[in-house]
C-alpha cells in the first residue's frame, strides 16, 4: 500500500523501532507543514493510507474529495480535525486507538515542567543571565500550595500525584464519576467550581476538548483566581473562553500563565499577545512530542495499519465506511 506520513517535522518517525511494522509498503513522509486544500491535495493523491500526527493538519471533506485512492486514515487521540462524516460518505475508513488504558506521561511531565518554570521563573532567570544580568525577582515554593486538577482524567491523576510528592494540597474539580476517582486516589474535592479557582494556588487544565468543554473555563472563573496563581493548560487552547486568558492576564488574575496549546497552531504569529507577555510561559505543543511518546503512540498507528492490510481493522470510529471503498 501507498501509506503518507504528514507533519513529521524532525523526520523522526523513520527512526523508530516501530517503524519496521511498515516494511514492505510504500512509505511517503513529510516534514513540513501543509494545510493549502490544492497542496494537500496534490501531496495526497497517491495515497492509499494516511497516518496523521495528532491534530497538526485538518481534514477536511474539500480534501477528501479530492483523493480517490484513500481507504484509510490511522491515527491516535481524538479527531476533531478530521471530517469523519465525509470519510463515511467516501468509504474512507477511520481508526483511531483512544489510549484508555495509558496516560501520557510525556504530556504530564511537560505539565510539572511548566509549573517548576513558572514559579521560578526559570526561563526569564536564564533568558536576564544570558544577557549579563544577575537575579531578577523571587520566585515561589510549592511545597504548602494548594494544586487544582480540573478534569480528573489518565494524565490529570499523574500530575496530582506530581503534585502530592512536592508537598502540595491537592484540589480537584471534574464530573462526578471522575471526582469519585480522585476520592477513591486521596485527592480532595472542591467544594465548587467557583471556591476551586478562588483556593488554587497552581491551576492545571487537564480535559479533552469536546462540545462539553469548549470555553468551560470562562472568564469570571479566571477573574476569581489569585493575584498571586499560575493557570497551566496543556490539554486544549479553546477549553478557556476566547481571549478570556489574555485579558485576565492584564487584569492581573491569574498573575501567572503556561501554555503549550493555541487556538490557532502552529502559532506562527511573533505578535501573539501570549507570546509578549512576561508573565506567561509559552511552549509549541510539545507535550507529547518525545521519542519515548511517539514509540508508544505510533505503534497504535502502524499496528491499526496492519490489522487493516490482514482484514481485520481495529478501532474504526465509523463501521459506516466499511466495504464502501475497495
Avoid at 485538518?58 to 469523519?84: C, F, M, N, T, W
Avoid at 536576564?128 to 478534569?151: D, E, F, M, P, S
Avoid at 489518565?154 to 469519585?180: D, H, Q, T
Amino acid at each position: 500500500m501507498h501509506i503518507t506520513i504528514l507533519d513529521d517535522y524532525f523526520d523522526t518517525v523513520r527512526t523508530l523501532p516501530c517503524f519496521g511494522k511498515l516494511a514492505g509498503h510504500e512509505v511517503a513522509i513529510w516534514n513540513d507543514h501543509v494545510q493549502d486544500t490544492d497542496a494537500l491535495a496534490e501531496r495526497l493523491h497517491d495515497t492509499e493510507v494516511l497516518v496523521l500526527i495528532r491534530e497538526r493538519t485538518q481534514i477536511r471533506g474539500a480534501v477528501l474529495e479530492r483523493l480517490p485512492k484513500l481507504k484509510l486514515i490511522s491515527q491516535r487521540s481524538v479527531y476533531p480535525h478530521i471530517d469523519v462524516e465525509a470519510c463515511t460518505r467516501l468509504g474512507i475508513m477511520v481508526s483511531s486507538s483512544q489510549h484508555a488504558d495509558t496516560p501520557s506521561y510525556a504530556a504530564a511531565e511537560l505539565t510539572w515542567g511548566l509549573v517548576l518554570a513558572a514559579a521560578r521563573a526559570i526561563p526569564q532567570q536564564m533568558a536576564a543571565l544570558q544577557a549579563g544580568n544577575w537575579q531578577i525577582g523571587v520566585g515561589h515554593t510549592l511545597r504548602g500550595k494548594t494544586l487544582g486538577i480540573y478534569g480528573y482524567g489518565r494524565i490529570g491523576a499523574v500530575v496530582a500525584g506530581y503534585g502530592k510528592a512536592f508537598g502540595m494540597k491537592v484540589l480537584v474539580w471534574a464530573r462526578e464519576p471522575a471526582l469519585a476517582q480522585a476520592r477513591s486516589d486521596g485527592f480532595e474535592p472542591a467544594s465548587g467550581k467557583a471556591a476551586f479557582f478562588e483556593q488554587c494556588d497552581v491551576l492545571s487544565l487537564h480535559m479533552r476538548l469536546v462540545d462539553a468543554t469548549r470555553g468551560i473555563v470562562t472568564s469570571v472563573d479566571l477573574a476569581r483566581m489569585k493575584p498571586t496563581a499560575l493557570l497551566v493548560n496543556t490539554s486544549r487552547a479553546p477549553l478557556i473562553e476566547p481571549n478570556a486568558l489574555v485579558n485576565a492576564l492584564r487584569a492581573g488574575r491569574p498573575g501567572l500563565a503556561a501554555v503549550d496549546v493555541y487556538e490557532k497552531e502552529p502559532l506562527r504569529d511573533s505578535s501573539d499577545p501570549l507570546l509578549s507577555m512576561n508573565n506567561v510561559i509559552c511552549t509549541p505543543h510539545i507535550g507529547y512530542v518525545t521519542r519515548d511518546e511517539y514509540e508508544i503512540q505510533f505503534t497504535d498507528i502502524f499496528d491499526q495499519i496492519v490489522a487493516y492490510a490482514k482484514g481485520a481493522p481495529t478501532n474504526v470510529v465509523n463501521p459506516g465506511a466499511i466495504g464502501k471503498r475497495h
